[in-house]
């Protein structure tokens, strides 16, 4: 458990650091999970739940973020643009956090099958 946990956290900081080049943004979650399993799992299995902490530790400060921003343009001032906005974060954060929990976790399923491959 310790070592998916330490897999997802080193899949999240290679996804925030890929994400930053133009051209791999988009696989990005899948290169950082392969990356956090490759690294401190053994088989496939366990890269699963490096994918799935990964996807957990990511959904908590999104959807905090996109709470704040929702709220903050809800209570702007214009009424109907700010629930607009509002409905709009809340869609395109669901979007980016299916993305990366979709391909985070294949990229570390794929990355602890590479690793147990290593090992035979």
């Known amino acids: ?16 650091i890929l994400y ?3 051209g791999i943004d988009f696989i ?10 490759y690294f401190t ?3 496939s299995s366990e890269g699963f739940s490096v994918g799935f902490w990964m996807t957990i ?3 908590i400060p999104s959807i905090l973020l996109a709470a704040l921003v929702a709220i903050g343009l809800i209570y702007s001032g214009m ?8 409905f709009s974060i809340i869609i395109i954060t669901l979007i980016l956090l ?17 690793n147990s ?4």
């Open 1 to 16: 458990m310790k070592k998916e946990i330490k897999g997802a956290f080193i899949a999240i900081l290679s996804t925030l």
């Open 20 to 22: 930053t080049i133009p």
């Open 28 to 37: 990005a979650p899948f290169a950082g999970g392969f990356i956090g399993s």
């Open 41 to 43: 799992v053994s088989n």
């Open 57 to 59: 530790i990511m959904i």
């Open 79 to 86: 009424v109907f643009l700010g629930y607009l906005g509002a």
């Open 98 to 114: 299916t993305h990366i929990a979709i391909l985070g976790t294949i990229g570390s399923i794929l990355g602890g099958w590479f």
């Open 117 to 120: 491959r290593q090992a035979s």
